[in-house]
């Protein structure tokens, strides 16, 4: 959401949910965003949503950005609802307001998917909510019909706890009051698998409580069928649904396939991954979006939605050409990963200079009075035996400009639960702690 001023208390004071996630912001006030920049921030904040330490860190990534989330959790008997609240101020004043919930990572959201038998969907609270999937009588097929885990986790999230701060309103309550009280404003829910499912119901509950299609926008990485044919026709124009789907993905059609029942509808996207990997991965869905964002914009635009105020350094630092010794399986993801590289860099730091190919590093930073120059190395090699994985490392030297070495660090990963360019990422902010203290004398 971009917002000038103003605003409802409960977008300032950061309390969400889990499994989806929103863009709010009032049309006319806001740049325009493209397809691909804002597949490829809803793609990063997807990822950011999920607990393990990967995801955490790209967590980090976001907040370094400029960031604030504040994760919340709401359980019931038969789900855990998480749920983040991110929000982001540009310095026009302007902001962004992000719900993000996570798929499926806990032993309970396994069992949630599992739940496949299929509920009545309707009413305008959530009392009515509860009321009518607790309707025997309302489970003709003719009637909308969703799955009932899906039901219980959206139900969990949005609409189970009463918060006494908002005159004991659920968060879905709060959420669709203030759509209606601001019609200018769109809400963007989004997620992957498991998330985009909830998203899309949670889009559905906000339509039956009176918010209209224009301000919902849902966003789905891999995401099932979450309703009958029933609901499809009741909720397909009451929401802009796009669901991003990977070639190959089973998820996707799998209760259609398992149980029947369920079909999809909304605009259907399908990407085919550069990786022979099981593609239901949320990482394949970000090295994706990425690689769509980069092919679709110069080298010298920057994502609105994941960049950061940089930081001041000590002097200007000039970047000597990336070197990448990469094996021939990785070499054509090299223009993709020294965008990346120079993306965070940019994003990190300034005055920042790139050198060009073929000059002397040091005397090229000597003739533009740099005060540092810093060096990146990284190397890519594929593990013995592992078809698709690989050994990424990063060796990082920052020079004064006279030329004495100030500081080496040296990181490695694996692309075991990363895609080799994602990897370049994690290595370039993983070093970036040590680096920040010789750049600006920051801690």
């Not at 200018?184 to 899309?200: E, I, N």
């Not at 965008?339 to 005055?351: D, E, M, N, T, W």
């Not at 190397?379 to 990082?396: A, P, S």
């Amino acid at each position: 959401m971009y917002m000038r001023g103003g605003g409802s208390m409960w977008w300032r004071k950061l309390l969400i949910l889990p499994l989806l996630f929103l863009l709010l912001f009032s049309r006319g006030e806001a740049k325009e965003i493209d397809r691909e920049e804002l597949n490829f921030a809803t793609a990063l904040i997807s990822m950011s949503s999920y607990s393990a330490e990967l995801n955490l860190l790209a967590r980090e990534w976001l907040q370094d950005f400029g960031w604030v989330i504040d994760s919340h959790e709401y359980a019931t008997a038969l789900a855990d609802g998480r749920v983040h609240i991110m929000a982001r101020q540009f310095s026009n004043g302007e902001q962004i307001y992000v719900l993000a919930f996570p798929g499926t990572e806990r032993k309970q959201d396994a069992i949630v998917d599992l739940r496949v038998t299929r509920v009545p969907f309707g009413g305008q609270t959530p009392a009515e909510f509860s009321a009518v999937a607790a309707a025997v009588e309302n489970k003709s097929g003719a009637n909308p019909l969703v799955h009932q885990g899906f039901n219980d986790y959206t139900q969990a999230a949005l609409f189970s706890e009463p918060l006494p701060e908002f005159g004991s309103l659920t968060l879905g309550e709060v959420i669709a009051r203030d759509l209606r009280t601001h019609p200018s404003y769109t809400l963007y829910l989004t997620g992957h698998s498991l998330g985009g499912a909830a998203a899309t119901l949670a889009a559905a509950r906000l339509a039956d409580m009176g918010v209209s299609p224009q301000q919902l926008r849902v966003i789905t990485f891999g995401a099932p069928a979450v309703g009958n044919t029933a609901f499809a026709r009741a909720y397909e124009k009451r929401m802009q649904l796009t669901r991003i789907t990977m070639e190959g993905d089973p998820v996707k059609a799998a209760l259609q396939s398992l149980s029947g029942g369920y079909v999809q509808f909304g605009e259907k996207v399908v990407w085919s991954s550069h990786l022979g990997r099981f593609p239901h991965d949320m990482t394949l869905y970000l090295d994706e979006a990425l690689r769509h964002y980069q092919d679709s914009h110069g080298e010298d635009e920057q994502p609105l939605l994941v960049t950061g105020k940089a930081q001041q350094t000590n002097g200007l630092v000039y970047a000597a050409p990336f070197q990448f010794e990469l094996g021939d399986r990785l070499n054509g993801d090299k223009s993709y990963m020294k965008r990346v590289v120079q993306g965070i860099l940019k994003s990190a730091y300034q005055p920042l200079i790139f050198g060009q190919e073929g000059e002397d590093p040091f005397e090229a930073a000597r003739k533009q009075g740099a005060k540092f120059i810093l060096v990146e190395r990284f190397q890519g090699k594929r593990i013995k035996n592992e078809e698709e994985n690989y050994r990424l490392t990063l060796e990082e030297e920052i020079y004064d400009g006279a030329g004495n070495l100030l500081t080496f660090q040296s990181y490695s990963t694996t692309a075991e639960n990363l895609t080799p360019i994602e990897a370049v990422g994690y290595l370039t902010m993983k070093a970036d702690a040590e680096r920040s203290i010789q750049l600006t004398g920051s801690k």
